[in-house]
């Protein structure tokens, strides 16, 4: 169970409705990219794998540093010659993403 709905909490906590809307907000995760999708793996007690799904960049594409105990993993698409797609499936968007 991800989310918890508080709307029946609010009749009977007169006066607390703010608090509640606090915590639905703050379990929502609209704003929240989940682009691209990762893998966090335990390899052993003090070691871990991140494994991303970076379909349609290149190395040279991918920024990874590590400063203050964050990883920060930013993809930034180069303008590439326009193509005549049929259907384009993979999304190559610009992302950063944090761990």
């Given at each position: 169970m991800r989310a918890?709905?508080?709307?029946?909490?609010?009749?009977s906590t007169i006066g607390y409705d703010h608090l509640l809307d606090l915590f639905?907000?703050?379990?929502?995760?609209?704003?929240?990219?989940?682009?691209?999708?990762?893998?966090?793996?335990?390899?052993?007690?003090?070691?871990y794998q991140i494994s991303l799904a970076l379909a349609g960049f290149?190395?040279?594409?991918?920024?990874?540093?590590?400063?203050?105990?964050?990883?920060s993993?930013?993809?930034?698409?180069?303008e590439a010659v326009k193509k005549d797609y049929l259907y384009q499936g993979i999304s190559a968007r610009q992302f950063k993403r944090t761990f």
């Open positions: 918890y709905n508080f709307a029946p909490l609010w009749r639905d907000a703050a379990q929502r995760t609209e704003g929240e990219d989940h682009y691209p999708p990762y893998d966090i793996e335990r390899q052993s007690e003090d070691r290149t190395p040279d594409e991918i920024a990874v540093t590590a400063e203050h105990n964050v990883l993993i930013e993809g930034r698409k180069t």
